[in-house]
């Protein structure tokens, strides 16, 4: 066990991996945030209102954004790492097949690409949460909108409370930009619904 915290401890160390991870895991939850409150939004000025529609969109959603950000990231890390590699070997004039250093960028490209993968998955479930309630009884469809609506704010605010702090600046600033974003988002779904019916 301890060779292998070791090992993890090196690849994390030779590829940087924790600064790529925090990077991933903030656009992507905002990713999943912004695309599961579009989604939302979009249902209910569709007068989708029907607690298992809601659920199987909110899976959907997941699925899809786990999907791609797993896929797109590991062939982008892959991708790019494996041109450093090649640079380094022409640098040094020796392969690096079996090296640590390729080693430690392939776990990178991974742990990146599961990151990408979860962050927003994890955001859209959670958001989808109040219609699973509502599909129990538990919550009123109508409550269940406005619950899934501020779970994705808030999550949004924590992002950008996080960025603010990460950045040591104006914490409130990023916080408003992050809450504003997902506020537009919202804005601009209820001004379809007015142009459709207009």
Known sequence: MGYIL?????YI???????????YFVINAFDGAVTILGAVMGAYISGINT??????????????????????????ELAERGGEVKE??????????????TE?????????????????AVVALTATVPFILAYMGIMV???AFKASILITLTFTALLGFYLGRISKTRVWLYTAAMVGAGLLTAALSLMLEGAFHS
Do not use: C, W, Y
């Open 88 to 101: 380094l070997e022409k640098r040094l004039f020796r392969k690096l097949d079996n090296s640590l250093i």
């Open 141 to 143: 469809m109508a409550d």
């Open 104 to 120: 430690a960028h392939n776990f990178a490209s991974l742990v990146a690409a599961l990151v990408d993968a979860l962050s927003p």
């Open 6 to 10: 070791e090992r993890v401890r090196q």
């Open 13 to 23: 160390e030779i590829s940087n991996a924790l600064e790529i991870v925090r990077r």
């Open 51 to 76: 607690p298992k529609a809601l659920i199987n969109m909110g899976f959907s959603v997941s699925i899809a954004l786990a999907m791609s950000g797993f896929t797109g990231s590991l062939l982008m």
